[in-house]
T-cell receptor, first 116, second 113 residues
Framework: DAGVTQSPTHLIKTRGQQVTLRCSPK?????VSWYQQALGQGPQFIFQ???????QRGNFPDRFSGHQFPNYSSELNVNALLLGDSALYLC???????????????FGPGTRLTVL | TQLLEQSPQFLSIQEGENLTVYCNSS?????LQWYRQEPGEGPVLLVT?????EVKKLKRLTFQFGDARKDSSLHITAAQPGDTGLYLC?????????????FGKGTLLTVNP
């Protein structure tokens, strides 16, 4: 049973550049959420995708955008990178349709983004 | 705004000791998850609690959800070095248009051999 996978594992960019991070959900899951985890902090919710649409967004600027594909995989795009965007970006998947399914999210290993 | 406060923030103990980590909020959650995270990796789900007063056991770990579903605790018995890691609690509010998990800042546990 394949778990949540993310690519790349590490990425180094410079200020002003753009980055795309990728996520494949756990087998059988249809919902993908993205979180940003700064050093020493808990993950912060960026947004969630279900049925190829963004259905909830956290307090992140429009520079953060995403996409979900028909096979449920997802991308996170960040434009005009700032030094403060350096963080571990986590993808989590869940299955819509049961009472607590969306509450229980399974996380991937993350992508470590460093902005210089 | 829903906030989860975890305490203590740091905990360093000797192998064999017992410990309790707390997760508190002024908000009611429909469920609460506990995760363990190791450096450079994603959080790994330990347990989900959904009923007020619920107690779940996972080997030496005991999780409790408060009666009012505003708080939770994690108790570890006879801690081992392999328990070292960042313990995160996360709350969810089901229904409506709220699907996110709200995380605490975590408790960094170090178990010394």
């Amino acid at each position: 049973d394949a778990g949540v996978t993310q690519s790349p594992t590490h990425l180094i960019k410079t200020r002003g550049q753009q980055v795309t991070l990728r996520c494949s959900p756990k087998s059988g899951h249809d919902t993908v959420s993205w979180y940003q985890q700064a050093l020493g902090q808990g993950p912060q919710f960026i947004f969630q995708y279900y049925e190829e649409e963004e259905r909830q967004r956290g307090n992140f600027p429009d520079r953060f955008s995403g996409h979900q594909f028909p096979n449920y995989s997802s991308e996170l795009n960040v434009n005009a990178l700032l030094l403060g965007d350096s963080a571990l970006y986590l993808c989590a998947s869940s299955l819509e349709g049961t009472e607590t399914s969306t509450d229980t999210q399974y996380f991937g290993p993350g992508t470590r983004l460093t902005v210089l | 705004t829903q906030l989860l406060e975890q305490s203590p923030q740091f905990l360093s103990i000797q192998e064999g000791e017992n410990l309790t980590v707390y997760c508190n909020s002024s908000s009611v959650f429909s469920s609460l998850q506990w995760y363990r995270q190791e450096p450079g990796e994603g959080p790994v789900l330990l347990v989900t609690v959904v009923t007020g007063g619920e107690v779940k056991k996972l080997k030496r770990l005991t999780f409790q959800f408060g009666d009012a579903r505003k708080d939770s605790s994690l108790h570890i018995t006879a801690a081992q070095p392999g328990d070292t890691g960042l313990y995160l609690c996360a709350g969810a509010v089901s229904g409506g248009s709220n699907y996110k998990l709200t995380f605490g800042k975590g408790t960094l546990l170090t178990v010394n051999p």
